[in-house]
């Protein structure tokens, strides 16, 4: 298995920069793994293909302002993006941090953020990641409601028209630097309806981090390590996880996120495990689910621990040729695209 197995060429047009509305009006590629056969149809759609038992099962991380605007002593402006809190030196709360520029950026050097805190940079990793020490008279979520911005992917060049169009409706635990975007097109009405058909609709926590965006740099794309994401199952999650399966229905998770954290909490008799923890799950090719029977997900990039997940579910050869079909027929790609339901 090589990475350019794992690589496909799209239009640059077809990389969407906003969203649809309504969010349930997006295209939905259906993908049967026993026949092989594709299918197209609309998101809301969807309930045509659950049934009364199954157990979809959602990401309700929300997506934290941590896209910051800073200065250096010399007055040049850098870019800081807040991963997650981390350990640091005395009682300052610090944080992981991607900084640009931030090659001349060494130990000592201070960064102020619109008179509302100032960052001390106090060591740096080998991966790019920075460890900032925070001054500030409130905690640095709350510096981050007040003068962040909404962290959006590379391929994304346009502004948001609403902050809101990058956060699921069910988002409601904040820790994200990046949206479970498989999720964005769900809306009210459509959970509702998947409700009322008796599909058990269940939520769980996994905060996306800088590792959704970080490519495999290696030929060999087994070597590739993943970037650790907190996840949190409850007990009430796992409980109507395990009542599903334990009843013959379907385990059906909304996004890579969402299957990793399941994969991570799912034992070998197939039983969820509650819980929270770090995960470091990289699902290749050649991986033995466990607790995910389908999955909705949206179209990824080429070379990516994304597109490996979804290989491992379907078999490589039947993803490319969706994703060549989706190219034919312009579906929309990336974050802000249209959707694939793999049965």
Not at 145 to 171: F, K, M, S
């Amino acid at each position: 298995m090589r990475l350019s197995d794992f690589d496909y060429a799209l239009p640059p047009d077809l990389i969407a920069q906003h969203p649809v509305s309504p969010r349930d009006a997006s295209r939905l590629l259906v993908v049967s793994r026993r026949d092989g056969r594709l299918e197209h149809r609309v998101f809301r759609d969807l309930p045509d293909y659950l049934r009364p038992g199954d157990a979809l099962v959602l990401n309700d991380t929300r997506v934290i302002p941590a896209r910051l605007q800073g200065r250096k002593p010399s007055g040049g402006a850098v870019e800081v993006l807040l991963l997650r809190p981390a350990a640091g030196p005395g009682q300052r709360e610090t944080w992981e941090a991607l900084v640009r520029p931030g090659r001349r950026l060494r130990r000592g050097t201070r960064l102020t953020f619109d008179g509302e805190a100032v960052g001390e940079v106090v060591a740096s990793r080998e991966d790019g990641v920075r460890l900032l020490a925070f001054e500030a008279d409130r905690p640095v979520v709350e510096v981050m409601r007040a003068i962040g911005h909404t962290p959006l992917p590379p391929y994304v060049r346009e502004p948001l028209r609403d902050p809101g169009d990058y956060q699921t409706v069910y988002a409601a635990a904040e820790g994200a630097v990046a949206a479970p975007t498989a999720g964005l097109h769900f809306t009210p009405t459509l959970l509702d309806h998947i409700r009322a058909m008796g599909v058990a609709v269940v939520t769980l926590t996994m905060h996306i981090g800088v590792g959704t965006f970080r490519p495999i740099t290696t030929d060999d794309p087994t070597r590739h390590r993943m970037d650790a994401e907190w996840y949190g199952v409850s007990a009430e999650a796992a409980a109507a996880i395990n009542a599903a399966r334990s009843r013959g229905a379907r385990i059906i998770p909304v996004g890579t996120s969402t299957a990793r954290t399941l994969e991570t909490v799912t034992g070998d008799d197939g039983s969820v495990r509650p819980g929270s923890g770090w995960s470091h799950l990289y699902i290749v090719p050649g991986h033995r689910f466990r607790a995910v029977d389908a999955l909705v997900t949206n179209f990824h990039l080429p070379r990516t621990t994304l597109l490996m997940l979804v290989s491992a579910l379907a078999g490589r050869e039947l993803i490319l040729r969706a994703y060549a079909e989706a190219i034919r027929t312009r579906y929309r790609f990336y974050s802000f695209g249209d959707a694939m339901l793999i049965l």
